[in-house]
């Protein structure tokens, strides 16, 4: 292993003590260029297992996210290619998914473990409520000795609220699981400066920051796949930023990727890690309306201030006190996210005033600086 494959991220990341690992569709579906209807790779998600189990047996808290619903629906249907349409797809998941759960249960059941389904769309990450339950949900399968295999309720998200890739799902639950690290495995070995298919492309052991990122190109992925690797590249940061970890590898590299994370692509974490309920405000939560403040106001929670009526210019959506907003500036721009103190009619009320002019139930800020987070 060379001295970069050693680094202090890669350390973290084979140390971590709970881990969330996310494997695409590509590395469990069966493809060749002309027919990629003959279903799941039994042989690959055995050696998948095994490296997970491996790891597990090492002391290690797992919780799988497992895309292949979809394709494993595929050849069942008898249809020829990747559905593009929402009900075929939802149609194909809800085949696809029973092989799926069956393939990592029996696969699992080598080593006596037992295998719980926990399925999730966008809106329950957004829901508090809903939130709590999966949380408690997977905290019980860990501490029951089971392995939750996650992934989206295909066949009831809709194309608006869809996470739309299962990184960003892994990424959101990592974070919701309190876990370590985040493993992606996929079909390539892990990111490169460029399109790979392309040639060319050189792959990037580390990645410490954004300038790490400047100028590479995150192509599409393959047949199987659906968000390729921009897909990866954002939740990736979006778990980095949260403060966890991340190593994407290949899945044919699972077991160096789980024992020692000396494969693939390495992104360093932020020092601090994110508070769950701002974690939650800034990616998960649904927002509920617009507040367009003035430059003064945008320059004031740049620096951490809380949001005053006097700032704010305009009120759009309907929403009440507790929900989330966004706080764009008059250029359009999200400046930040976060929890409003008051409903829209009371906001519209407010508007442009003092807070000395306000009666005494309106002086709180309309978002306070604790419930404020930046878009970074
Ligand atoms: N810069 C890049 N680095 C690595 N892979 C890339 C890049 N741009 C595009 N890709 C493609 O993204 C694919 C992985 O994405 P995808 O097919 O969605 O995988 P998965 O099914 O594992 O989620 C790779 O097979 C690769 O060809
Ligand atoms: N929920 C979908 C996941 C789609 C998806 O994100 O696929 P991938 O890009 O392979 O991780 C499925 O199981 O097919």
Redesign the pocket.
Known sequence: MTAELRSPVRTQISGARSIVVKI????LVKSSPTDISDGLDLERLDALADALESRMASGTDVIVVS?GAIGAGIGPLGLKKRPTDLATKQAAASVGQLALAHAWGTSFARYGRTVGQVLLTAHDISMRAQHANAQRTLDRLRTLGAVAVVNENDTVATDEIRFG?N?RLAALVAHLAGADALVLL???AG???????KGG?RMIAEVAGAADLDG???????A??????AS?LSAARLAADAGVPVLLAAASDAAAALADAGVGTAFAARDTRMSARNFWVRHAAETRGRIVVDDGAAAAIARRKSLLPAGVVGVEGRFLGGDVVDVVGADGAVRARGVIAYEAAEVAEMIGRSTADLPPGLRRPVVHADDLVLRS
Do not use: N
């Not at 590479?216 to 393959?222: C, E, L, P, T």
């Open positions: 695409g569709s590509s590395a895309s890739d990184d996929s079909d390539v990111l490169y400066d460029g399109d790979p298919r492309a590479v190109i995150a192509g599409s992925g393959g199987l796949g659906t968000g390729g690797m990866k």
